[in-house]
């Protein structure tokens, strides 16, 4: 691939390792670099077989680390350099070769040909098949850890001892097949993340002078002028500087309704071009482009463990030595106390050694989380872990912020009411000054309007500028302080009077919301503004209540009647308005207190203390907007709120599929204790039963990639 999966601030080398099938490896694998690296320094995610650590661990160390735990590393830009056939198809060579010689060597027993025969075959079979797990199983000794290796090891000597070469040589085969199918298997999830990046185009075409140039997309940087033809993908996030056209962003906001985008609007690397033709200029490098971003953040929540994986691999852990101990008892109490045969429980307690390897239950969970990550984010959704996917499920309130979230902040002017001589287009030029420099919905509207009007505010010299959150905005101009805010904000500019607060209530009563605009010798002027309500919210909160989620609340920090109108259209019961933000973080600790899980729903800017407070912070609108990509547990790229049911629905559907899989896989351990105990399992219907139960609880894992929220 190329360098855009190391977008973003993590620049930590990333190694693939080879060969780690299963989490008692990892466990061999994580203490060897506990030890040399130190825990702290590195991070590894056993579906995507990925280790990165800091910038500073030199590469040598690292794959000499990997080799001392029985692993061949490799640093991922070389890994996807083109390899050779028997690099790629060595594993299965050697695999389909042992299990030639075993079924030759099964021949020769069948047939009746000398022992010895049969199984210099067999034994061929045996160390040609098994000496990889033969050295992954000693570095695992040497560390002190009882991996899956081992168990196999030990189980094939034991078959041996015991004179059942045949099956020794069946276990291994099937055992290394079963390994193969389920690093394919595994693979679908990361095929699928890289299948995001994959439609970026690799080439661009670029404008010099008059002339076009194509150019390797990687090649771009800010300031060039692209050529995007109908039909186009994008190549890079940048700005529209001449044409216009219809862009389906399905890429980065999972929509793939057209959105008619024009001059000065930004484009994303990754969508499709409609039937305009655009130049645009280049805002990003390739590798930063939000497309790359998105990628790259989630792929580091893969390496983010959720609290259910933790507890899975707890018990994963005392899982094995407990099986290993009853193995032990099983093969010597029974001949010693009862006199039964050896033989015969010797056999026993190797069919426990095969299932006493948990892989299938410890691999069931990250391959659902991963799976539901990558389905979030092909609908525009970005979970940054499976931690926040475990959290959802417990969630039963959920908090809704209004301006921009409820309502599609499509904020406008509506009323201009100079309160001394000024005009109303010289209340609104002063406006748009103050506000030119804030983030607000309100103040782009305002910013907006004036230059609808013609006006060029951005000559007018702004000085000492502040925002102050859930008020408004202060600023001095040609020497005069001006704020212009809420009747809060009033009352602390000593501005407040009933008079101003009647023709403020009269403009908010239907619904708008007012702002005064006020210098230090008194007020200037209201200006009302209103949003819509988005078309889908109620639609939206109804299906959220059906999911269960008990508590819907409104959380504003416009005043109460505007609050009221807003929740009354929307079918909200529950508002609080007037809130500043800390007093927002306060009602969501409430809420927290009352119902447990909270999660948030909000813009991101001057929601995200808020949002930092829930349980689950959602902001709206990540595409174009970093710090929400940075800070929020989740972020719908989009704006459309029908993707939180979506979210709420792959998040319930991961955790039921993590519990399956988790009964599926102890239920199969359970049932082969008790038969190989009794003496009705065979050692190859064990290893049969436990890598197939890996694939379907695997199988299971990846319905989540394809889970669809039914009309959404
Ligand atoms: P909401 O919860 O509706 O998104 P905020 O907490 O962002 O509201 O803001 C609360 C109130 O503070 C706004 O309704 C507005 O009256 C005032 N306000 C905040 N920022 C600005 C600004 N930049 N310009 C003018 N008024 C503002
Ligand atoms: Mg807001």
């Known amino acids: 691939m190329n360098g855009a999966t190391q977008g973003g601030k993590d620049r930590r080398k990333q190694f693939v390792v080879s060969g780690v099938c299963c989490a008692t490896e990892e466990h061999v694998l994580r203490k060897r670099l506990d030890a040399t690296i130190g825990s702290q320094r590195y991070t590894f995610s056993l579906l995507s077989s990925e280790l990165r650590v800091d910038p500073d661990i030199p590469d040598a160390q690292v794959i000499r680390d990997l080799r001392g735990a029985g692993f061949q590393g490799r640093l991922k830009q070389e890994f996807h350099a083109p390899q050779s056939f028997l690099e790629r198809h060595g594993q299965a060579l050697w695999t389909a070769a042992a299990g ?20 210099a075959f067999l034994l061929a079979a045996i160390l040609g098949g098994g000496w990889q797990v033969l050295v992954k199983a000693f570095a695992a000794v040497r560390a002190r850890t009882l991996d899956m290796n081992v168990l196999m090891t030990l189980a094939v000597i034991g078959a041996l001892l015991i004179d059942r070469w045949s099956e020794g040589a069946a276990v291994l085969v099937l055992f290394s ?33 008059s002339s076009e140039h194509t150019i390797p997309a990687a090649d771009i940087g800010p300031g060039d002028i692209l050529r995007i033809r109908p039909g186009e993908r994008i190549p890079i996030d940048g700005i529209i500087v001449e044409g216009e056209s219809a862009v389906d962003q399905a890429a980065i906001t999972g929509e793939s309704i057209p959105v008619e985008k024009k001059r000065g609007e930004t484009v994303y690397a990754g969508s499709l071009n409609g039937r305009g033709s655009l130049t645009v200029e280049a805002s990003k490098n390739y590798e930063e482009t939000t497309l790359a971003h998105i990628i790259h953040l989630v792929e580091e ?18 899982y094995t030595p407990a099986v290993l101990a009853v193995a032990v008892l099983v093969a010597v109490i029974p001949p010693l106390l ?92 002063l406006a748009a000054a103050l506000e030119s420099r804030s983030e607000h919905l309100l103040a782009a509207a305002m910013v907006e ?37 809420n009747l809060e904000l009033c009352r602390e500019q000593q501005m407040y009077s009933p008079e101003l607060h009647h023709r403020f209530e009269e403009l908010t009563g239907d619904g708008k919301t007012a702002v005064i605009l006020g210098a230090s010798d008194g007020a200037l002027g209201i200006i009302a503004l209103r949003d819509q309500l988005r078309p889908q919210s109620r639609e939206v909160l109804h299906t959220l209540r059906k999911q269960g989620m008990r508590h819907v609340v409104m959380l504003s920090g416009d005043n109460e009647r505007v609050a009221r109108a807003i929740a009354e259209d929307a079918g909200i019961e529950v508002w609080k308005a007037g809130l500043l933000p800390d007093q927002k973080v306060e009602a969501v600790l409430q809420l927290k207190k009352e119902y447990g899980g909270v999660a948030m729903v909000g813009d991101g800017i001057n929601d995200a203390p808020a949002l930092a407070a829930a349980t689950v912070g959602i902001a709206m ?8 990509l940075e800070t929020a547990d989740i972020v719908l790229m989009g704006d459309n709120l029908n993707r939180i049911p979506h979210l709420v629905g792959v998040s319930r559907l991961a955790m039921r599929i993590i519990r399956q899989n988790i009964l599926i896989a102890l239920g199969l ?9 009794g003496g009705f399992a065979t050692l190859w219907m064990a290893i049969l039963a436990d890598d197939g139960a890996s694939l379907v609880v695997i199988a299971n894992g990846l319905r989540a990639l394809g889970f669809r929220n039914g009309k959404y």
């Open 669 to 677: 351990k359970v049932l082969f204790l008790i038969l190989s105990i």
């Open 301 to 318: 929540a893969e390496h983010k463990r959720a609290p259910v994986q933790s507890q899975v691999d707890r018990f994963a852990a005392v």
């Open 338 to 429: 009862f006199s039964l045969p050896f033989e015969e429980w010797l056999y026993r307690a190797l069919v426990l050694l095969v299932i006493a390897c948990p892989c299938a239950l410890v691999i069931s969970t990250p391959v659902t989380l991963v799976s539901a990550l990558t389905n979030g984010a092909r609908h525009g959704i970005l979970i940054k872990g499976g931690k926040q996917v475990e959290a959802l499920e417990s969630v039963r309130a959920i908090a809704f912020d209004k301006t921009g979230t409820l309502t599609d902040g499509r904020m406008r002017v509506t009323d201009v009411i100079p309160l001394d001589h000024r005009s109303p287009d010289e209340i609104l030029v």
């Open 177 to 209: 097949v079963a390994l193969m199918l389920e690093s394919y298997s595994t693979s679908r999830t990361r095929r699928a993340i890289e299948s995001l990046l994959a439609i970026t185009p690799q080439q661009a075409n670029i404008l010099r002078g």
């Open 100 to 119: 030639l010689l075993t079924v030759i060597g099964m021949a020769a027993e069948w047939l009746g040909i000398p022992p010895l025969v049969s199984r």
């Open 621 to 628: 609108g990540g595409a174009g907007n970093d710090t929400a």
């Open 449 to 485: 309007e004036s230059a609808r009007r013609g006006f060029a505010h951005d000559t007018v010299v702004v000085e000492a500028f502040a925002s102050l959150p859930g008020r408004g905005v202060t600023a001095t101009i040609d020497g005069v302080h001006y704020f212009l805010g």
